[in-house]
């Protein structure tokens, strides 16, 4: 019955204009928007043009992505991989955010975005600035792959193969395709077979002198290669060729369909809503979430991307099938799934790539003969990865496992890698007799099925796993050691800012920060306890916690600047995070800077704070940096009555962005960092070298568009400076 409402619903969304939907809506909800251009001071405080919307604000992070694709500074296949990563983002984007907006708009709500749109006008205005990012992928796809040509690696065209080359191709495709294609008839006894997410599928119009016109579809499982390599021997100039296999498929039609020539065909693709929603009060939360993730697989088609050379008929019987929105069809000129491009990147080819770097491991771990616990008892630690490896992390959890004066081991488990060596060494340290907590988070995206895999391994092995709160994530990045020493009983801990997964590791620039001060430690311990036992802390010493005091904190903190500035002293503010979204913390900014609060902003992504606004935000000054590595630590600094950087500044790392629900629905943590050492090294350098970045950095301005920063005559690059000096030893910055 549910399954027949929901079709029923989805039916008729189908048969409505996303604009019809959008007026409809935009009239019965409030007065129509303001021009985005209009802005006047005087209502800006109650006016939505304060803020800019999430998802284009997600689109421009990704159109800043593609650009990198185009910056002819990056390696050729380090271009390839940038255009790769923008197509695998706009998949998820599509999968999770357009899924959500759509569901809105099939249960009819229009409630309001902070920038005052309604559910289907933001899918319109999705829409218009996504036909840009398309046209964008496939015209730099273009200009790569000629590039690549040039450089000796093909994709070739079925013309272009020789004869050599097809015999190899027919062996290859009778050996390792033929055997798993299923063509699947189209006609009232054949409906539309189910296509699973992210997947592509050919369409056929075959001909035959003895028979009528059919229609067929063969699905390409996602588990046989894209690209196709030929054989570097089939090529006298040993260049790399490849073949695609829609193209491979399309060359050897007739042997699965003797008898029959090809009249139109084309290639589709799909992309589901992925969301997984499950009954909170349910018994078993594992398994209810394996019920769920069976759901996703099945998920609502929410957009359909076909070729242009797609039957124009058969078109239509596949949106209509699928129960497609009409404005959800998008006719691409060019290839479809660009995220495959990846499979182009070889390794034979270290001159197109990024020069290879070797994490430092911190010799601070190394002086001390590899003994974190004796280093710690003489001073905190701080890895800044992955200029230093994550293995300090992972040293860290194996000495406590193999040491029989740890008693304890707590520790949070958001994702991490298969195979984990984090997850080996808490099954090493049960086996070991150590009592040993993991807080494994069920509902960490995409990665919901490792995580359950991995909690029954820990179980297995005799470690309590706790999957936190129902309602809420638990997202804090935290290991806790308690071991005896002599007659007392001492901790250790490790806060970090991301995921304890040591692959992404390499990629993804995060702190470390190692510590047994005896406040910070307990506050850990507490911590813990509240998401095991929901044993809610009277009082925490030094540690912040959505989602209970973190909003708090930040909003006492700026009172604090916007109080220096009425006190004649200087209000200054530095944040570096991922996202900034949440509307009662940019409200918040906005008047520290309408106080005269200087604020610098690094920001990742996702930015709906509207810098530059003459009298209201003109103090605020947003900037990306989008490079080889990956933007991820979290780093909030303010003043304390004095300009930035100083050594009395109150410093923070936080495993939190400044998203509604980081505050509000997950469990995160807010660390400050307290030795004069590390104080430094995060304030002086880190941030330092961050702002003044101008090799890879954009600025966001008051028009809500982002500009590239031009170089200077004196270039600098935040990456190549932690390259070079990964350990934050070096001098400070000017």
């Avoid at 530095?574 to 200087?598: C, F, G, H, R, T």
């Avoid at 990956?630 to 003043?639: D, P, S, T």
């Amino acid at each position: 019955m549910i399954q027949n409402n929901r079709k029923n619903i989805a039916t008729t969304f189908s048969s409505m204009s996303l604009r019809t939907i959008a007026t409809t809506s935009k009239q019965s909800s409030r007065k129509s928007q303001k021009n985005n251009d209009i802005i006047t001071v005087k209502n800006i405080k109650e006016d939505c043009e304060r803020f800019i919307n999430r998802e284009l604000s997600w689109l421009d992070f990704n159109q800043r992505v593609v650009e990198e694709a185009e910056n002819k500074h990056n390696p050729l296949l380090e271009r390839v991989r940038f255009l790769s990563i923008s197509a695998s983002n706009l998949d998820e984007f599509y999968s999770v955010r357009v899924a959500g907006l759509a569901g809105q708009v099939r249960e009819g709500l229009i409630a309001l975005s902070p920038d005052g749109l309604t559910p289907s006008e933001q899918l319109i205005a999705i829409q218009e600035r996504i036909k840009g990012l398309f046209a964008d992928q496939q015209r730099v796809y273009h200009e790569l792959t000629k590039l690549l040509s040039q450089a000796g690696i093909v994709v070739c065209e079925p013309e272009e193969l020789k004869d050599e080359d097809i015999k190899w191709l027919h062996q290859f495709f009778m050996e390792r395709i033929f055997p798993i294609l299923t063509p699947i008839a189209l006609d009232p006894a054949h409906p539309i077979p189910f296509i699973p997410n992210l997947n592509l599928a050919i369409a056929l119009r075959l001909i035959s002198q003895h028979s009528s016109r059919k229609y067929v579809m063969i699905l390409l499982p996602s588990q046989l290669l894209r690209f196709i390599p030929l054989p570097i021997s089939l090529c006298p100039n040993k260049i790399q060729r490849f073949v695609l296999l829609e193209d491979l498929v399309r060359l050897f039609i007739s042997t699965i369909f003797p008898g029959y020539k090809i009249g139109n065909y084309g290639l589709l693709r799909v992309i589901r809503d992925t969301d997984v929603e499950f009954e909170e009060e349910a018994e078993d939360l594992v398994r209810a979430y394996e019920t769920a993730l069976k759901r996703r697989r099945r998920g609502v088609v929410i957009h359909l991307d076909i070729d242009e050379h797609f039957p124009p008929k058969l078109s239509e019987i596949v949106a209509h099938s699928l129960e497609v929105v009409p404005e959800e069809v998008t006719v691409h000129k060019g290839i479809l799934g660009l995220v495959d491009v990846k499979q182009l990147i070889v390794d034979n080819r270290p001159d197109l790539l990024f020069s290879y770097y070797t994490p430092h491991f911190p010799a601070r771990i190394r002086d001390s003969s590899g003994d974190c616990f004796a280093l710690l008892r003489s001073k905190d630690l701080l890895a800044y990865h992955p200029f230093e490896s994550f293995d300090v992390v992972i040293q860290f959890l194996r000495q406590a496992a193999q040491d029989p004066q740890v008693l304890a081991i707590k520790q949070t488990l958001y994702r991490t890698s298969r195979d984990s060596p984090i997850v080996k060494a808490l099954i090493e340290a049960a086996e070991n007799g150590i009592s040993v907590t993991a807080i494994v988070e069920l509902r960490a995206r995409f990665d919901e099925e490792a995580n359950i895999r991995l909690s029954r391994d820990l179980e297995a092995a005799g470690v309590q796993v706790v999957f936190g709160f129902a309602d809420w994530k638990t997202h804090a990045k935290l290991s806790l050691v308690v071991r005896r020493e002599g007659g007392i009983v001492r901790s250790y801990a490790h806060f970090g800012t991301g995921n304890y997964h040591p692959i992404t590791a390499k990629i993804y620039t995060d702190l470390s920060y190692f510590t047994c001060n005896a406040e910070l430690t307990r506050d850990a311990a507490k911590l813990f306890n509240y998401v095991t036992g929901y044993a809610r802390p009277d009082r925490m010493e030094k540690i912040t916690f959505s989602p209970l005091t973190i909003r708090k904190t930040l909003n006492e903190l700026i009172d604090e600047e916007i109080a220096f500035v009425k006190d004649g002293k200087p209000g200054t503010i530095w944040l570096k995070m991922n996202s900034i979204v949440d509307p009662q913390l940019i409200d918040k900014l906005y008047e520290a800077s309408s106080a005269n609060v200087k604020i610098k902003i690094i920001v990742r992504g996702i930015c709906c704070l509207r810098p530059g606004i003459k009298n209201f935000s003109e103090n605020i000054v947003v900037k990306s940096i989008v490079g080889r590595f990956l933007e991820h630590a979290r780093v909030f600094v303010f003043g304390n009555g004095h300009e930035l950087p100083s050594k009395h500044a109150k410093v923070y790392m936080s495993s939190a962005d400044w998203m509604e629900r980081n505050m509000d629905r997950r469990i995160e943590e807010m660390i400050p960092i307290l030795p004069e050492e590390i104080h430094y090294k995060i304030l002086n350098q880190l941030m330092m070298a961050n702002l003044k970045d101008n090799t890879q950095s954009w600025q966001l301005g008051s028009d809500k568009k982002w500009k590239r920063i031009v170089n200077s005559a004196s270039s600098f690059s935040a990456h190549n400076y932690f390259m070079e000096n990964p350990s934050l030893d070096a001098r400070p910055l000017d």
